[in-house]
């Protein structure tokens, strides 16, 4: 079973930056990682995706060229840059997981950020 373990989430000011990161564990080789994130009152939405191995990304439209998705320092954690975030990201993120060839979906727990203007 897949786990995951986001961090990094808080308070930033819009224009600045922020990092979240996902430590993965419990997947043998291949496995997509992906961000997701909440708003109150809103459903999730999908922010962007990582293959490993391959780093192969993809992103969502509301965030493309303003987040990196990427790997992190070590080989299983997958980071999400956040530049120039505005008001309208804050959200709670949360880590994804997904092997392939399954229809098991794993989370983490989410982390709280609040972008202010």
């Known amino acids: 079973q897949v786990q995951l373990v986001e961090s990094g989430g808080g308070l930033v000011q819009s224009g600045g930056s922020l990092r979240l990161s996902c430590t993965a564990s419990?997947?043998?080789?291949?496995?997509?990682i992906s961000w997701y994130r909440q708003a109150p009152g809103k459903e999730r939405e999908w922010v962007a995706t990582?293959?490993?191995?391959?780093?192969?990304?993809t992103y969502s439209d509301s965030v493309k060229g303003r987040f990196t998705i990427s790997r992190g320092n070590t080989e299983n954690t997958v980071n999400l840059q956040m530049i120039s975030p505005e008001p309208e990201d804050t959200a709670v993120y949360y880590c994804?997981?997904?092997?392939?060839?399954?229809?098991?979906?794993?989370w983490g727990q989410g982390t709280q950020v609040t972008v202010s203007s």
């Open positions: 994804n997981a997904r092997l392939p060839f399954s229809s098991l979906n794993y």
């Open positions: 419990g997947y043998s080789s291949r496995v997509y």
């Open positions: 990582i293959t490993i191995p391959g780093n192969i990304t």
